[in-house]
């Protein structure tokens, strides 16, 4: 799986770093399963934003999937 | 669970059984969806579904005398369903769907002696099986007595009908003169059919057969058809000799054994339950003309049927109507769900659905427990390490938290021992800490030496089925409770009082409410109407039912009880953890409670009240009467999460304020974060189960220099912190020295940055 949940509004900056948040690869793992997806990501220090809508969207939904297995 | 075990499950939901009806049809005939057909006006699906257990069903639908009638439940309630003649206006009205079908030709040959119904029958049970039959008739045609009714009765065009839909099932017809011994030699089985005029050589030298297998001495040979005038239903016994014989003739070509797992006729047992109580009697509708109902005549007295079923328990909880069956079925998908190795296990919210209420035992009648059922299968799924981690989480957080931060355990000040222990119940603490408080108050002025005691009884543990967790907590509370020199514990929680009862048999618990019931007032004038809404778990807690009804007797109140209370009471939506697995039916479940009465509600139980009160309807709890200068609003909205925690530390800390001598505990840094929070947001966070003690804790990191994200345009805010298993975000903006909220979420993924 390769997806990318870039928000719409990409105007995010992290502090106290500093810097524009800016597409970046970042592993997601729920239950010994691992995702590669693209999100918001500070170059210098990796933070990752999540964004509500993927929060209690997809990623709700792929945690639940994940349970029930 | 085993399969045994399944099979045991199962065999205490009779919901599958036959109806009466069924059962007295030697048939076997389904005739609860016979006439639910026919009171929809379907006629030929009622007429296909006669056609499925009858053989030649144009013949045997209007000749059957319906022996099946006397055992019909509406007996008693305006007369049994006019099988019969529903059945008669059925075939006449809807020609025959069937088609011919037979199962692949097989070598063996069966010679049927006789052409009367129960041979006819033989032949078109044998000859859909493949097997080759030649019936040998007395009299000119075959049918015997068929060839005597009355016109209007059978007309002869649906004899010559059936007869010919036999023969193009490849049975054969020949006069019984052409039957030659040599006929016999050829044979593979032979059938003698009684009912029909045979000469003398042939039936005098036949025995009596075997009654349930009706063979003869002689191996391959069987007979039947042997009822008369005499009998007052013979056609119908004389067909089901026949159906009898040709299972044994079906089994004896095959070598089989004739009598192994062979389902034994019913003779109208019928295991099925079908309360009738509540069903009005509805008087036989008379056909107007002698010829029999008319199609408006025949769906008005089809509608009359009961459709008997049990549903006992499916009919009073929303839990079990959900899932959209009855417990046999359940148990069926929860023995699946344990079987899966690779897959979805589908059953994982039926399984942690349940109220655990017990419910259904008390109006099962053979005491089937959902509660047990599911219960074992949490345990299980524990053990298994495949319970869903999201399933009990946040009620498992705020029992961890009840036994940490919030609980306490004291003599009275000043004194060194303890008579009694007050143990309020965690949400009692976190619902009604004041009321809480006054009601310790009232027990240390009828015993000084009474204790406090705030901990959780460790209910949520049982009911996500920990149970590892909970045996160790206990033993806990065991310790605590021999430490504090083993006093009796007086409870204000009919959960608790079922878990120290059940769990902790040494201890004597006692309900606060019977303790307070003892000195309660002189009856008061009868002031107002209310309905009692008894917890679940007060299910078998009869004393400290009636306890409560004396105190509010005492204060002026009667009961208009609700039609489920008592024994047969049911659940908030809170109990077995249904809230916290599935929210949206511990709604419905609270809304189908409320809506049992129009009255008032008032419970003793702190949840019960603040799930009922969540539909809006006025609920009040009995500390509400008791101490009227603290009364809550009946209307008042349920706590929410939030407060009920912050709620229990202040109890604790407005306790612990009587021993100054003791050191309060320190408060944490993040505790000072000051918080607006809109109404839109308070929903957000009561839906999303995130806590005001989260949403700072967040904040606090982010304010000492943690890293957070700052909107370029809007000056909005975002930062995140994971705390346990799940990761929380807060978006705000600050105001002087408060953080105003605007949103928060929160997800149980983990994120990692890749490595380059
Ligand atoms: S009421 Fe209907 S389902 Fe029940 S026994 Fe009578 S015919 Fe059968
Ligand atoms: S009450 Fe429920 S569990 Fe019991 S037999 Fe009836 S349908 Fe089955
Ligand atoms: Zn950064």
Redesign the interface.
């Given at each position: 799986m390769n997806l990318s949940f870039l928000p719409a509004?990409m105007?995010?900056?992290?502090?106290?770093?500093g810097e524009?948040?800016q597409p970046?690869?970042?592993?997601?793992?729920?239950?010994g399963n691992v995702f590669?997806v693209e999100?918001p990501?500070?170059p210098k220090?990796?933070?990752?934003?999540?964004s509500?809508d993927l929060?209690?969207g997809r990623?709700?939904e792929?945690?639940?999937?994940l349970?029930?297995? | 669970m085993e399969q045994k075990e399944l099979r045991a499950w199962e065999a205490l939901c009779i919901q599958e059984e036959p109806p009466a009806c069924r059962a007295g049809c030697p048939l076997n005939v389904d005739a609860r969806s016979f006439a639910a057909a026919m009171a929809k006006g379907e006629w030929s699906s009622a007429r296909a579904i006669l056609e499925k257990s009858m053989p030649i069903g144009g013949i045997v639908a209007r000749i059957c005398e319906a022996p099946c009638e006397q055992y019909c439940i509406r007996k008693d309630l305006g007369g049994a369903i006019a099988l019969s003649a529903l059945e008669r206006v059925c075939v006449v009205n809807a020609p025959s769907r069937r088609k011919v079908f037979r199962l692949p030709p097989r070598p063996k040959r069966v010679v049927a002696l006789g052409g009367g119904l129960s041979s006819l029958t033989v032949a078109f049970d044998l000859a859909k099986k493949g097997y080759p039959v030649t019936v040998y008739f007395g009299g000119e045609r075959p049918g015997g007595s068929l060839n005597y009714f009355p016109e209007e009765t059978l007309p002869q065009a649906v004899v010559k009908d059936e007869l010919n839909h036999l023969e193009k099932l490849s049975v054969a017809f020949k006069p019984i003169e052409n039957f030659t011994p040599d006929c016999i030699a050829s044979a593979d089985s032979i059938y003698v059919g009684q009912d029909d005029i045979l000469p003398e050589t042939l039936t005098v030298p036949i025995q009596h057969p075997d009654s349930a297998t009706f063979a003869l001495a002689e191996p391959g040979w069987f007979t039947g058809g042997m009822h008369g005038k005499e009998h007052r239903y013979r056609f119908i016994t004389n067909i089901s000799e026949g159906r009898q014989a040709a299972i044994s003739i079906d089994r004896y070509l095959q070598q089989a054994s004739l009598t192994s797992g062979r389902a034994a006729l019913r003779n109208g047992k019928a295991k099925l339950y079908t309360r009738t109580d509540h069903i009005a009697a509805v008087p036989r509708k008379k056909p107007a003309a002698p010829a029999g109902y008319t199609l408006e005549e025949a769906i008005e007295e089809a509608a009359r049927c009961i459709n008997c079923q049990c549903l006992e328990c499916v009919n009073h909880c929303k839990y079990l109507e959900n899932f959209g069956a009855f417990p046999r079925v359940y148990a069926r998908q929860i023995y699946n769900n344990s079987a899966i190795v690779k897959?979805?296990?589908?059953a994982?919210t039926l399984i942690n659905s349940c109220s655990l209420c017990r419910q259904c035992e008390e109006l099962c009648p053979n005491d089937f427990s959902m509660a047990d059922l599911c219960l074992e299968a949490r345990q299980t799924m524990v053990r298994e390490q495949r319970m869903?981690?999201?399933?009990h989480w946040f009620a498992l957080e705020e029992m961890h938290s009840a036994r940490t931060e919030g609980s306490l355990v004291r003599h009275a000040p000043g004194a060194e021992t303890s008579d009694t222990l007050f143990y309020p119940g965690c949400q009692l603490g976190g619902i009604r800490p004041q009321q809480t408080l006054r009601l310790y108050e009232r027990l240390l002025e009828l015993q000084p030496l009474t204790g406090i005691w705030l901990d959780c009884c460790g209910a949520p543990a049982h009911w996500a089925g920990r149970k590892e967790a909970f045996t160790e907590i206990v033993q806990q509370v065991e310790k605590v409770w021999q430490e504090m020199g083993s006093p009796r514990v007086v409870t204000a929680c009919s959960t608790c009082l079922k878990m120290f009862r059940d769990h902790l048999p040494a201890v004597p618990v006692e309900s606060v409410w019977r303790v307070l019931a003892e000195q309660a007032a002189v009856d008061g004038d009868p002031l107002h109407v209310m309905a009692i809404s008894d917890p679940c778990t007060a299910r078998d807690d009869g004393d400290t039912r009636a306890a409560v009804r004396t105190l509010l007797k005492g204060l002026g109140r009667v009961d208009a009880p609700l039609p489920m209370s008592g024994k047969l009471t049911e659940c908030c939506g809170f109990g077995g953890l249904m809230d916290c697995a599935n929210p949206a039916q511990a709604r419905q479940v609270a809304e189908a409670r409320v809506a049992q009465t129009d009255a008032e509600i008032i419970t003793y139980c702190a949840m019960c009240r603040d799930q009922l009160a969540r539909t809006g309807k006025p609920v009040s709890h009995i500390l509400d009467l008791l101490f009227s200068d603290l009364a809550h609003p009946a209307e008042e909205k349920p706590q929410s999460i939030s407060a009920r925690r912050i709620h229990r530390r202040r109890l604790k800390s407005a306790l612990l304020n009587r021993y100054p001598a003791e050191q309060q505990e320190e408060k944490a840094a993040w505790e000072d974060v000051e918080l607006i929070i809109p109404e839109t947001v308070a929903m957000m966070m009561e839906e999303?189960r995130i806590l005001e003690d989260d949403i700072r804790k967040v904040l606090h990191k982010g304010a000492n220099?943690g890293?957070?994200?700052?909107?370029?345009?809007s000056g909005l805010?975002?930062a995140?912190a994971v705390l346990g298993a799940v990761?929380f975000?807060v978006?705000y903006t600050v105001e002087k020295d408060q953080y105003r909220l605007e949103?928060c979420?929160?997800?149980?993924?983990?994120?990692?940055?890749?490595k380059a």
């Open positions: 509004d105007n995010w900056t992290c502090q106290p770093c524009k948040l970046g690869m970042v592993e997601l793992e729920y239950m590669r999100l990501v500070c220090c990796s933070a990752v934003l999540i509500e929060a209690v990623m709700l792929v945690e639940q999937l349970e029930d297995k | 897959g979805t296990h589908m994982n869903p981690s999201s399933a999303r220099g890293q957070h994200f700052v909107h370029d345009q805010a975002i995140s990761t975000w978006e949103r979420w929160s997800h149980r993924m983990v994120m990692r940055r890749e």
